[in-house]
Structures are given as structure tokens and as C-alpha cells.
T-cell receptor, first 111, second 114 residues
Framework: DAKTTQPNSMESNEEEPVHLPCNHS???????IHWYRQLPSQGPEYVIH???SNVNNRMASLAIAEDRKSSTLILHRATLRDAAVYYC????????????FGTGTRLTVIP | AAGVIQSPRHLIKEKRETATLKCYPI?????VYWYQQGPGQDPQFLIS???????DKGSIPDRFSAQQFSDYHSELNMSSLELGDSALYFC?????????????FGQGTRLTVV
């Protein structure tokens, strides 16, 4: 499985934008980039995913580098409820496509 | 909207006992995944099923087995429980296996082995 690298932790002030980076230099052409987050004591929650183009949804935006070797999850206005561990995961278009969680980024939101 | 339902939410078992965890996927989802998350750890993939057939296997101990039934619900059977099996067990479901599909997770079953 292709690997991703994320910072262990990040901090953000409430109501400010947050940019969570992810490096995936060994990404293949058929890998989708997925982001999930896990709030304390809850199951992981889908945030967003993309293949080549930038993506927006009600939760966040995903900016994908032109060479696809890195991506950034953007939370436009962090709230206290966004404090969670964020996981960047590559998921192949073919095969079993299981989600393999690496070590994500623990986001702390400061009031 | 209906979510992934796991039961029970909490389970306490003694060493060497058996446990069965159940997962009810979102309606019309045909793929189920099981994960184990120890204290302070990231979720570890155990096993997955697609259309009632095992599709992939991760770090699942031989003492564990799982299956997906005709109604697409899944059960994880754990035998000869050990203290180290104490963890949160999550089930997720998705529609199909394509890399562009999102998975939806249940709230988990917290298993405590004493």
C-alpha cells in the first residue's frame, strides 16, 4: 500500500483556517486521496476525497498538487468541534481498496 | 439517514472466553470492513467482505473469524480471548469497493477482557 506522511500534531486558533498537509510521494495513478477524521471516543468519519482535481464539500476543501505527490486538507474556519485526529489515506481504484490508517495529525483548536 | 450499527456497544469478557460482535451496514451497502483500535493507537484493519465473500485480510489473529451474511450484516467472532484483545472494534460499510467510494463507520464496540 502506498504510504502517506503527516505531521503528528498541529494547532489552530478557533475561527481561523487550517491547512493540514499530507505527503504521498509514491502515489500511483489509480490512487484516490481520502481524508478521514476521528473525534475522541468516536468512529472515524469521512471528510473528503479526490483523484486529481481540487474538491470542495460542506466540511472541507482538498487541494491536490499537480504532481499528486502531496495534498492539503483545508478547514476554512476551525471550530472546537474540529479537534480530532485527521488521517490522509490512499485508496486504489482497483482491488480490495481497504482503508489503511497510518499515523494521522492530531489537530488542537485553541479557543 | 441510517448509519452503520454495531452491537453491543460495550462488552466485558473473561480471558479464554469467546465474543461475537455484530455489524449492520447502511442499507444497500455491500462491503463491510472491520478494524481494531487499541488504547492510543490508530485503527488497524482486520478483514473485509464484499458481496458476502472475504475480499481482504489484515492483521487478524487466527483466533478471530468473521463472515458476511445474506442480508449483508457481518459478525466478528473472537475466541480464546486475551487481555491484549481489549480494544475498540469498528465496523465500516461502503457501496462497492472502488477507490472513489467513501466508507462509513459505526460507533464501535468497546471490548474489555478481564
Amino acid at each position: 500500500d502506498a504510504k502517506t506522511t503527516q505531521p503528528n500534531s498541529m494547532e489552530s486558533n478557533e475561527e481561523e483556517p487550517v491547512h493540514l498537509p499530507c505527503n504521498h510521494s509514491t502515489i500511483s495513478g489509480t490512487d484516490y486521496i481520502h481524508w478521514y477524521r476521528q473525534l475522541p471516543s468516536q468512529g472515524p468519519e469521512y471528510v473528503i476525497h479526490g483523484l486529481t482535481s481540487n474538491v470542495n464539500n460542506r466540511m472541507a476543501s482538498l487541494a491536490i498538487a499537480e504532481d499528486r505527490k502531496s495534498s492539503t486538507l483545508i478547514l476554512h474556519r476551525a471550530t472546537l468541534r474540529d479537534a480530532a485526529v485527521y488521517y490522509c489515506i490512499l485508496r486504489d481504484q482497483t482491488g480490495a481498496n481497504n482503508l489503511f490508517f497510518g499515523t494521522g495529525t492530531r489537530l488542537t483548536v485553541i479557543p | 439517514a441510517a448509519g452503520v450499527i454495531q452491537s453491543p456497544r460495550h462488552l466485558i469478557k473473561e480471558k479464554r472466553e469467546t465474543a461475537t460482535l455484530k455489524c449492520y451496514p447502511i442499507p444497500r451497502h455491500d462491503t463491510v470492513y472491520w478494524y481494531q483500535q487499541g488504547p492510543g493507537q490508530d485503527p488497524q484493519f482486520l478483514i473485509s467482505f464484499y458481496e458476502k465473500m472475504q475480499s481482504d485480510k489484515g492483521s487478524i489473529p487466527d483466533r478471530f473469524s468473521a463472515q458476511q451474511f445474506s442480508d449483508y450484516h457481518s459478525e466478528l467472532n473472537m475466541s480464546s480471548l486475551e487481555l491484549g484483545d481489549s480494544a475498540l472494534y469498528f465496523c465500516a460499510s461502503s457501496s462497492g469497493q472502488g477507490g472513489g467510494t467513501e466508507a462509513f463507520f459505526g460507533q464501535g464496540t468497546r471490548l474489555t477482557v478481564v
